[in-house]
């Protein structure tokens, strides 16, 4: 989650660093270590891409693009199951370019960071998987 503070800073300097919290993009992403770098978006957004958006109850999220389709986007976050559907284009108001982790900067067109960034895509699949085999068992453990 990111403060709406960020938003009105990004709007007015083009680029923000900003602490996420939470937990939905781990790993790459730490609360209480991690930094993220944002501008404002200034191309088309492609699968992949992290965006930074705000909900029309006021709650802004990071999370990646998972599907582009006239528009609109299907987002979800590294470590989530749940996805995001049809999120509209003007919800968004900034593109992560890079990620402090600690001390160590990495850039989005970093070989590593677009292996992680596909590997996480792919893995979505198996993350939904999972939790639903989990949804069972805790239904059949509590009868």
Do not use: C
Not at 21 to 32: F, H, N, Q, R, V
Not at 38 to 67: C, F, M
Request: charged share 35%; aromatic share 8%.
């Amino acid at each position: 989650m990111i403060d709406s503070v960020y938003a009105r800073v990004l709007e007015e300097q083009g680029v923000v660093i900003v602490n996420p919290k939470g937990i939905s993009m781990l790993p790459l992403i730490k609360e209480a270590t991690d930094s993220v770098v944002l501008k404002k978006p200034d191309r088309p957004l492609k699968k992949l891409d992290v965006v930074a958006y705000r909900r029309p109850n006021g709650t802004s999220v990071l999370h990646r693009i998972i599907k582009v389709k006239d528009g609109r986007y299907d987002i979800n976050g590294d470590n989530l199951a749940s996805i995001e559907r049809n999120v509209p284009h003007d919800w968004i108001f900034g593109i992560m370019v890079g990620v402090y982790q600690g001390d160590r900067y990495i850039d989005v067109n970093d070989k590593e960071y677009i292996k992680y960034s596909k590997k996480v895509a792919r893995n979505l699949k198996w993350r939904r998987l999972k939790y639903i085999i989990e949804r069972i068992f805790k239904k059949k453990k509590r009868l």
